[in-house]
């Protein structure tokens, strides 16, 4: 959150980060054009965060073994947006102990407890509930996994994205595209042999 505050100095950007204060000149605030380089002056990038589902290995995204096999996607993802590897903090969940955070990641009480927590969530190859919903191809098992993800969406920041991945029925990503508003498809050919498709929804 950016306020004006006026001094005897002259007027002066009042801005607070985790509930601290910091002043800069106006005209330091004016010469960051971008979005991204008035959150670095800030220093509101150190606050991004990334969720890695369905992983119970500790991703590391400024090494070239991620210890993920869809390490290179999200490389990609953060250099698509302008985000430095080295200052989103990459958490993975699983049931599975192992990654950064161990829980049911389909529950009410963990997505109640990480509401608007993440500028990025990504499910490449999840087990459980996702994997249950897509053993037919039915409506009532695409209802469900639609619920499922307006659930998740609840994760993400505002302006954030979700990745659903591991979708089986192509007809579903079409369907998917009409239900969200924001939605785009993303296909990556990872080590040019598989065409690794997500859908992506970015939070308004
Ligand atoms: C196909 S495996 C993923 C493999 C893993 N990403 C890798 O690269 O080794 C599916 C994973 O989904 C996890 N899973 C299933 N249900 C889950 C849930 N409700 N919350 C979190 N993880 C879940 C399983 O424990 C399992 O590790």
Not at 7 to 20: A, C
Not at 35 to 55: E, F, P, Q, V, W
Not at 109 to 120: G, L, P, Q, T, V
């Amino acid at each position: 959150m950016v306020q004006y505050l006026k001094t005897k100095r002259g007027y002066f950007y009042k801005l607070f980060k985790n509930g601290k204060k910091k002043r800069i000149t106006q005209s330091d605030y004016k010469k960051s054009k971008t979005r991204k380089n008035k959150y670095a002056l800030i220093g509101g990038t150190d606050d991004s965060k990334m969720l890695i589902y369905c992983h119970n290995r500790i991703v590391d995204l400024t090494r070239a073994n991620t210890n993920h096999w869809q390490g290179p996607i999200f490389k990609q993802l953060l250099t698509e947006r302008g985000i430095d590897p080295t200052k989103i903090k990459v958490d993975t969940i699983d049931l599975v102990p192992g990654g950064t955070i161990v829980a049911d990641g389909f529950s009410k009480s963990f997505i109640d407890s990480h509401e608007n927590e993440f500028d990025i969530v990504i499910l490449p190859d999840c087990g459980g509930l996702w994997n249950e919903f897509q053993k037919e191809h039915n409506d009532e098992n695409f209802q469900r996994l639609l619920s499922l993800m307006i659930e998740l969406l609840r994760l993400v920041k505002p302006g954030g994205t979700i990745m659903f991945g591991k979708i089986m029925y192509e007809d579903w990503f079409n369907i998917f595209m009409d239900a969200f508003t924001n939605a785009s498809i993303f296909q990556y050919s990872l080590y040019r042999e598989n065409d690794i498709k997500y859908i992506m929804i970015t939070k308004a």
